[in-house]
């Protein structure tokens, strides 16, 4: 669930409903890929790739996919693997459903264009408002900065710090932070578990025999692979080596993401605007501050109030950073206000719009829902 001033999101699972838009012509099938669509509804991607590996008895690495997608939502998204011999047509859980399409000869990343969303906003107390805002994109008098999204840094929001030492070829860090730094944002039994992960460190010397005999709840996925890894290793460098790549990628993105951020949001506070703000607070115990005080115990997001012409962007701050759009206008195809059942006397917003491929919706929804 996201409160904002004038609403709140992702109150139920079908309230944030995400579609890939792939693009299959000219595909040729053969025997190298496998493609699957997974459903799945209220659990993270990684949650199911964990599951479908041990029911499929292929490695987590050996899972491919174009984005990683809401866990507090109805997603719908491309999966492939090297091609498989033995393959169910369908795998049902309760929560997602993978579904065998057929084998190709190659897929490419660029036949994945964009997201296809439909949000329901609720407990609106003030449609005109928001109606005024969402003209403004329809008729592309505003721009939205192109952020990465809030989930890039994770529920407690350091794996951007996680990302900073392993660029920097510090893994004990890295390995402290992931497995000990507690956040209040995490549920008491998280919580409770990294407690006793932390206390199994002597300084930088580890009891991992102690720590494999923990049982780690079902939200510690990427936990539960990497002490699995170090538990064989032995070595914080080794294991975050032979960690898979996707999973050591998240974090270094994330740090390159937070950089990336920064940068839009020095330049747009150096253009003197009015900005709506939408801001994140880090709840991480002072214990960890010797990890984490080179960083703010914030992130945050601006949005200028006024268009910013693209003419004016100093494109050099950016240089060394991700090749991307600086600013996005969400393609809206519809949108209505209706009374909200489940909040009486307020109204609900259903908007239906689509982004480009490494477009947030979230970008969109701060800047409909957040004030000056």
Same mark, same amino acid.
């Given at each position: 669930?996201?409160?904002?001033?004038?609403?709140?999101? %992702?109150?139920?699972?079908?309230?944030?409903?995400?579609?890939?838009? =792939?693009?299959?012509?000219?595909?040729?099938?053969?025997?190298?890929?496998?493609?699957?669509?997974?459903?799945?509804?209220?659990?993270?991607?990684?949650?199911?790739?964990?599951?479908?590996? %041990?029911?499929?008895?292929?490695?987590?690495?050996?899972?491919?996919?174009?984005?990683?997608?809401?866990?507090? @939502?109805?997603t719908k998204?491309?999966?492939?693997?090297?091609?498989?011999?033995?393959?169910?047509?369908e795998i049902?859980?309760?929560?997602?459903?993978?579904?065998?399409?057929?084998?190709?000869?190659? #897929?490419?990343?660029?036949?994945?264009?964009?997201?296809?969303?439909?949000?329901?906003?609720?407990?609106?107390?003030?449609?005109?408002?928001?109606?005024?805002?969402?003209?403004? =994109? #329809?008729?592309?008098?505003?721009?939205?900065?192109?952020?990465?999204?809030?989930?890039?840094?994770?529920?407690?929001?350091?794996?951007?710090?996680?990302?900073?030492?392993?660029?920097?070829?510090?893994?004990?860090?890295?390995?402290?932070?992931?497995?000990?730094?507690?956040?209040?944002?995490?549920?008491?039994?998280?919580?409770?578990?990294?407690?006793?992960?932390?206390?199994?460190?002597?300084? &930088?010397?580890?009891?991992?025999?102690?720590?494999?005999?923990?049982?780690?709840?079902?939200?510690?996925? =990427?936990?539960?692979?990497?002490?699995?890894?170090?538990?064989?290793?032995?070595?914080?460098?080794?294991?975050?080596? +032979?960690?898979?790549?996707?999973?050591?990628?998240?974090?270094?993105? @994330?740090?390159?993401s937070y950089?990336?951020?920064?940068?839009?949001?020095?330049?747009?506070?150096?253009?003197?605007?009015?900005?709506?703000?939408?801001?994140?607070?880090?709840?991480?115990?002072? +214990?960890?501050?010797?990890?984490?005080?080179?960083?703010?115990?914030?992130?945050?997001?601006?949005?200028?109030?006024?268009?910013?012409?693209?003419?004016?962007?100093?494109?050099?701050?950016?240089?060394?950073?991700?090749?991307? +759009?600086?600013?996005?206008?969400?393609?809206?195809?519809?949108? &209505?206000?209706? %009374?909200?059942?489940?909040?009486?006397?307020?109204?609900?917003? =259903?908007?239906?719009?689509?982004?480009?491929?490494?477009?947030?919706?979230?970008?969109?929804?701060?800047?409909?829902? +957040?004030?000056?």
């Amino acid at each position: 669930m996201l409160i904002y001033k004038q609403g709140i999101a %992702k109150y139920l699972p079908e309230d944030f409903i995400v579609t890939e838009k =792939i693009i299959f012509n000219n595909i040729s099938k053969g025997n190298s890929y496998s493609l699957f669509i997974l459903k799945k509804n209220n659990v993270s991607l990684f949650n199911c790739l964990m599951r479908l590996s %041990k029911i499929i008895k292929i490695p987590i690495n050996k899972f491919y996919f174009f984005g990683e997608k809401d866990k507090y @939502a109805l997603t719908k998204q491309l999966v492939y693997t090297p091609k498989l011999n033995f393959i169910q047509s369908e795998i049902i859980t309760n929560d997602f459903t993978f579904i065998y399409l057929f084998d190709i000869d190659n #897929i490419d990343s660029n036949q994945m264009i964009g997201n296809k969303f439909k949000v329901t906003i609720r407990k609106i107390e003030n449609p005109k408002l928001i109606e005024e805002k969402i003209k403004k =994109i #329809i008729n592309k008098e505003i721009l939205i900065p192109n952020y990465y999204d809030i989930q890039r840094f994770g529920k407690r929001y350091i794996n951007h710090i996680i990302g900073y030492y392993l660029l920097n070829s510090k893994y004990f860090e890295a390995t402290f932070l992931l497995l000990c730094a507690y956040s209040k944002n995490e549920n008491r039994k998280v919580k409770k578990a990294r407690s006793q992960l932390k206390e199994l460190f002597n300084e &930088q010397v580890f009891n991992i025999d102690k720590a494999t005999q923990i049982k780690l709840p079902q939200y510690m996925d =990427i936990e539960k692979i990497f002490l699995k890894i170090l538990s064989e290793k032995r070595s914080y460098k080794k294991t975050w080596k +032979e960690f898979p790549y996707k999973f050591t990628s998240l974090f270094k993105e @994330a740090y390159k993401s937070y950089i990336f951020n920064e940068k839009i949001i020095q330049f747009i506070k150096s253009l003197g605007v009015t900005y709506y703000k939408r801001e994140y607070n880090l709840t991480i115990p002072p +214990e960890f501050d010797f990890l984490i005080s080179k960083f703010p115990k914030k992130i945050e997001y601006i949005y200028p109030t006024v268009r910013i012409e693209k003419e004016i962007v100093n494109y050099k701050i950016f240089e060394n950073q991700p090749s991307r +759009e600086l600013f996005i206008v969400p393609q809206i195809y519809s949108y &209505q206000f209706e %009374k909200d059942e489940i909040f009486n006397d307020y109204h609900k917003l =259903i908007i239906s719009f689509s982004l480009s491929k490494g477009e947030f919706a979230t970008n969109s929804l701060n800047f409909l829902l +957040e004030d000056i």
